[in-house]
């Protein structure tokens, strides 16, 4: 059964349509970039998804099961993660400590109880951190952390509550180069081995196109344009309306940076 199935969704601010008859569906183990100019509703559609908005009208079902009209706790319990940069209260507490807090919460979502407290969790936490590439820097505090570790934590944290879905909002933003193709290719491998399917934005083409396994192109609250990367590359009405200045800085003999917005 396909993991996510967005149908038809629907929402406008005023007068404004952010999302209009929005569909796309996401598989389990793939990668599914939204990406658009600023205000093409992105942020519109995966609020969505996570709950924190109510479309006005359209269908969200993960697993077959509806999400839709669901708060985020309940769609969070139903298997929808999503990353959250660490709080500034946490970041004086080692990285293991960070993921040993967020299993403890979803074990307290699933149970009801805060049963397993006392086993405090450390090994589960230790093993996703051993996943992420983190093993060495595991008892360092996470403010000592380099920026892309950091974002290396916040990804155990949203596996800590073994998502069927993972929303992620830009993860390789403020990144350096070299780290974001790094990040990429580890919520790639993650997301294969545990069958975890990803829906995230980025303003980043090289991290879309090198990574995504499918694209969709938002514009103005529609989607314009989809495919695989070589696909919507190629769409001339894309390549027009908006990798036009990419495709341009790339080819003007800049140092490759285009594509933000
Ligand atoms: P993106 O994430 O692609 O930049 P958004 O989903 O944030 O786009 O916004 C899509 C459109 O909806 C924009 O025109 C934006 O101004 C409008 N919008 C988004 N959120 C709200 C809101 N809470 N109230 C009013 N208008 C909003
Ligand atoms: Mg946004």
Same mark, same amino acid.
Do not use: C, D, Y
């Given at each position: 059964m396909t993991l996510l199935v967005v149908k038809n969704l629907h929402k406008a601010f005023g007068g404004v349509a952010a999302a209009r008859d929005i569909s796309f569906e996401v598989e389990r183990?793939?990668?599914?970039?939204?990406?658009?100019?600023?205000?093409?509703?992105?942020?519109?559609?995966?609020?969505?998804?996570g709950g924190q908005l109510a479309p006005d009208r359209g269908a969200v079902e993960l697993d077959g099961v509806s999400i839709v009209h669901k708060p985020?706790?309940?769609?969070? +319990?139903?298997?929808?993660?999503?990353?959250?940069?660490?709080?500034?209260?946490?970041?004086?507490?080692?990285?293991?400590?960070?993921?040993?807090?967020?299993?403890?919460?979803?074990?307290?979502?699933?149970?009801?109880?805060?049963?397993?407290?006392?086993?405090?969790? +450390?090994d589960e936490a230790v093993a996703l951190l051993d996943l992420v590439g983190l093993a060495d820097s595991r008892d360092r505090s996470v403010g000592t952390l380099a920026y892309g570790d950091i974002k290396r934590v916040e990804l155990a944290i949203a596996l800590a509550g073994a998502p069927k879905l993972l929303l992620m909002d830009e993860p390789t933003a403020g990144m350096?180069?070299?780290? +974001?193709?790094?990040?990429?290719?580890?919520?790639?491998?993650?997301? +294969?081995q545990r069958g975890v399917g990803v829906l995230f934005t980025e303003h980043d083409m090289d991290a879309v196109f090198a990574h995504a396994s499918r694209v969709l192109v938002l514009v103005r609250g529609e989607i314009v344009a989809r495919g695989t990367p070589a696909e919507v590359q190629a769409d001339p009405l894309v390549r027009r309306m908006y990798l036009g200045t990419y495709v341009g800085a790339r080819t003007a003999g800049g140092d490759g940076a285009g594509g933000g917005a």
């Open positions: 183990g793939e990668l599914v970039a939204l990406i658009g100019p600023n205000g093409a509703g992105k942020s519109t559609t995966f609020n969505i998804v985020p706790r309940a769609i969070w +319990r139903l298997g929808v993660g999503r990353t959250f940069q660490i709080a500034q209260t946490f970041v004086s507490m080692t990285a293991t400590e960070n993921v040993q807090m967020a299993l403890q919460s979803a074990a307290t979502a699933t149970f009801g109880l805060w049963r397993s407290a006392h086993a405090l969790k +450390r350096a180069r070299g780290e +974001r193709g790094k990040l990429m290719q580890l919520i790639v491998s993650l997301a +294969r």
